[in-house]
C-alpha cells in the first residue's frame, strides 16, 4: 500500500500568523527554561560563618587540616547482631572518605568519592551507594573537614537557627546544604532538601557535639531514615583536637561505636586510596 502526504495550500497572511505565533511560543519558553535553569546562589548567613570560625578556631588553632586517619577499636550493632574488632576511619577533604572496620563478624567498608560511593559486606561484594546518600559530606567523623569547606565552598548554603537543646544539652544550632550550579529551581530545592544536614556546637567552647542528617534504603530513596552523629572526648592529635569518642546511631538506636587510639593529619593521602570498586550495577544509582 502507497501513502501519500497531502501538503495544504497556506496563504502568505496566515503563514505569517503562524510563524509569527510559533516564534512568540519559542521566545516564550526560552526565557521560562533560562530562567528555572538559572544557578541559585548558594545561603550563606554571616552569624553561621562566624560561629564556623569560631569552632575552627578551637579546633585547630589555624592550623588548615587537609585530610585525617583514626585508628579505634568498633563495636557494630544491627538487632541482636552485636560485633567488636577495630576500624580505620579515613577522610580527604569534606568528598572523599574511607570506612574500613575489621569485626568479628567479617570486614565491612564504606567508600565515598564526590558523587559516587559504595558499600562491601562481609561477603566481599561490592554495591554502589544511591546518589542520594552521597549527597551528605563524606567526612561525617570528623567536621574539621566540613567546617573549613563551609568557608570556601560556595556550593554549601549555610544557616543560623539558634540555641537549640540537643540531647539534653545547650547547644548552638547550624544547617547547612548542598546548591549544585546549573540545575532548575525545583531540582535545585530537591537537592536542597535531601542534602540538609544539622551542627550542633557547644555554646561555651565551640566544639562540634553532633550531626544530624537522613540516609536512604537502597531501593527506596524517599524513605527517610534519621541519622544522628555524635562527639565527644575531644583530644589533642597532630596540633588539632580530635574526637576520640565517636558514636553512628540509626533511627536513634546505636549502630557504630568508636573510641580512637591514635589519630594524625595532613599524611598527603593519595586519591586512589578513595578509589570505588568495580560494581555489579555500573556505578552510583
Known amino acids: 500500500m502507497f501513502r501519500y502526504a497531502l501538503r495544504p495550500t497556506i496563504s502568505p497572511v496566515s503563514r505569517n500568523a503562524i510563524v509569527f505565533a510559533l516564534s512568540s511560543a519559542l521566545l516564550y519558553w526560552v526565557a521560562v527554561s533560562h530562567a ?42 544491627a538487632g541482636s547482631d552485636e560485633e567488636t574488632g577495630t576500624a580505620t576511619l579515613t577522610a580527604s577533604g569534606n568528598q572523599q572518605s574511607l570506612l574500613q572496620l575489621n569485626l568479628s563478624g567479617g570486614t565491612r567498608e564504606e567508600i565515598r568519592n564526590g558523587p559516587a560511593g559504595a558499600w562491601i559486606g562481609p561477603d566481599g561484594t561490592a554495591h554502589a551507594m544511591v546518589t542520594d546518600n552521597c549527597l551528605n559530606d ?33 547547644t548552638v544550632q547550624l544547617q547547612f546544604f548542598h546548591v549544585i550550579p546549573g540545575q532548575t529551581a525545583p531540582v535545585t530545592t530537591e537537592i536542597q532538601n535531601r542534602s540538609v544536614v544539622n551542627l550542633y556546637l557547644d555554646p561555651t567552647s565551640m566544639l562540634p557535639l553532633a550531626l544530624d542528617f537522613n540516609t536512604h534504603p537502597d531501593d527506596n530513596v ?8 555524635r562527639f565527644g572526648d575531644y583530644r589533642a592529635a597532630s596540633g588539632v583536637l580530635i574526637p576520640f569518642r565517636i558514636q553512628k546511631l540509626l533511627q536513634g538506636t546505636l549502630l557504630l561505636d568508636f573510641v580512637a587510639a591514635q589519630a594524625a593529619v595532613n599524611s598527603a593521602l593519595p586519591p586512589s586510596t578513595f578509589t570505588i570498586p568495580a560494581l555489579p550495577t555500573g556505578g552510583a544509582e
Not at 573537614?145 to 554549601?156: K, M, N, R, V
Open 138 to 170: 563524606a567526612d561525617w567523623f570528623y567536621p574539621v573537614l566540613t567546617l573549613e569547606a563551609l568557608q570556601t565552598d560556595p556550593t554549601l548554603g549555610v544557616q543560623y537557627i539558634g540555641p537549640t537543646v540537643w540531647n539534653g544539652v545547650a
Open 36 to 77: 528555572l535553569a538559572a544557578p541559585q546562589a548558594a545561603a550563606r548567613d554571616p552569624q553561621a560563618l562566624t560561629l564556623i570560625a569560631s569552632s575552627l578556631k578551637a579546633l585547630t588553632g589555624g592550623v588548615a587540616v587537609n585530610d585525617v586517619i583514626v585508628q579505634t577499636t568498633a563495636t557494630y550493632v
Open 222 to 229: 524517599n524513605l527517610n531514615i534519621p541519622v544522628e552523629i
